[in-house]
């Protein structure tokens, strides 16, 4: 009988203790949820330039390729200051909650990835990595690579090309650097196990 007593008293206090450790779990994800669970953002340091690697467009800006390509810090200067511009113009060119008759004037003769592609409004375009920069003082030359998932469910990834230009202290889209994009890529892990990936009519040459 005393067992019993004792066995239903830890009962009694494992359920109390079971339910303190839920009560003050709650409070503490309710109150700290947002702080764990929201990427914020954060300022990088490259070659002693910062970059505000938040939102908005904080996904657009986390593919700005800025460490592999031996870039001054002058060049990287160029693209801190032109990285707001440059990454809403690629979210709008994502095309998934923007309309493209909702561009700016000055983007309407940029290529569409989706009317190119034949994308329905329903296929989710992503930024993969902004890259391959050419910087003077009055324009920034890069690619940009998109994905998306194609038909057959495995990803296909694409390449365009674009040039900006300084004016009136903000980063304008002027034009294309080539009169067509690189297109489809075939995309491959190097040995150090990085992706790479090159233009599929390129890689048909080797």
């Given at each position: ?72 810090p002058w060049q ?19 095309g998934n909650a ?24 329903d296929t989710f ?82």
């Amino acid at each position: 009988m005393y067992q019993e007593q004792q066995v239903n008293r830890l009962h009694t206090y494992l359920k109390l203790f079971g339910s303190l450790v839920l009560v003050f779990g709650w409070l503490f994800f309710s109150g700290c949820a947002t702080d764990f669970f929201v990427d914020k953002g954060h300022v990088d340091g490259v070659s002693g330039i910062s970059f505000e690697i938040k939102p908005p467009y904080l996904n657009e800006k986390k593919a700005f390729n800025l460490r592999a390509e031996n870039l001054s810090p002058w060049q990287l200067q160029q693209i801190s200051d032109a990285m707001p511009f440059i990454a809403a113009f690629t979210n709008a060119q994502l095309g998934n909650a923007v309309s493209s008759a909702l561009l700016p004037t000055s983007e309407t003769k940029v290529r569409s990835i989706r009317n190119i592609q034949n994308l329905n409004s329903d296929t989710f375009l992503a930024v993969k990595t902004i890259q391959n920069w050419q910087i003077t003082a009055q324009h920034i030359q890069f690619n940009i690579d998109y994905f998306y998932t194609g038909q057959d469910g495995h990803f296909v990834f694409y390449r365009d090309n674009y040039i900006f230009k300084s004016n009136k202290q903000k980063w304008v889209f002027e034009k294309h650097a080539k009169t067509e994009p690189e297109g489809v890529l075939v995309c491959e892990k190097s040995p150090q196990g990085w992706r790479v990936c090159e233009p599929l009519n390129r890689a048909k040459d080797h």
